[in-house]
């Protein structure tokens, strides 16, 4: 499975960014999910979305800021990033669960098989 992000950049506070991944394979059988790494910290989860796109999870910290969404047929996953803050900078990165169970949005790292190469947000003015 390979995995391309896409539209990181610059962006000032309280903006809006897309970001998209590209997948390969079977992506309707994955669950997505989106992940973010800032400098210095660890990876932490952002978003997630079932199969079928039905259901979504999303941190506290970007709940209500940020959307997930996922077209089958193009076989991408999108966020959705609005109301930016500083502390929104960092490295995301797509991932897949390739075994995901029908109905599920996982949250936990551990549960993704893959992860794409990553693109840079930077949130400041």
């Known amino acids: 499975v390979q995995l391309q992000t896409s539209g990181g950049g610059l962006v000032q506070p309280g903006g809006s960014l897309r970001l998209s991944c590209a997948a390969s394979?079977?992506?309707?059988?994955?669950?997505m999910a989106w992940f973010r790494q800032a400098p210095g910290n660890e990876r932490e989860f952002v978003a997630s979305?079932?199969?079928?796109?039905?259901?979504?999870e999303y941190a506290p910290s970007v709940k209500g800021r940020f959307t997930i969404s996922r077209d089958n047929d193009k076989k991408m996953t999108f966020l959705q990033m609005g109301s930016l803050k500083p502390e929104d900078t960092a490295v995301y990165y797509c991932?897949?669960?390739?075994?995901?169970?029908?109905?599920?949005?996982?949250?936990?790292?551990?549960?993704?098989?893959?992860y794409g190469q990553g693109t840079l947000v930077t949130v400041s003015s």
């Open positions: 991932a897949a669960d390739v075994n995901a169970i029908i109905f599920r949005a996982p949250i936990a790292a551990r549960e993704y098989d893959y």
């Open positions: 394979g079977r992506f309707s059988q994955y669950a």
């Open positions: 979305i079932s199969r079928s796109g039905g259901n979504t």
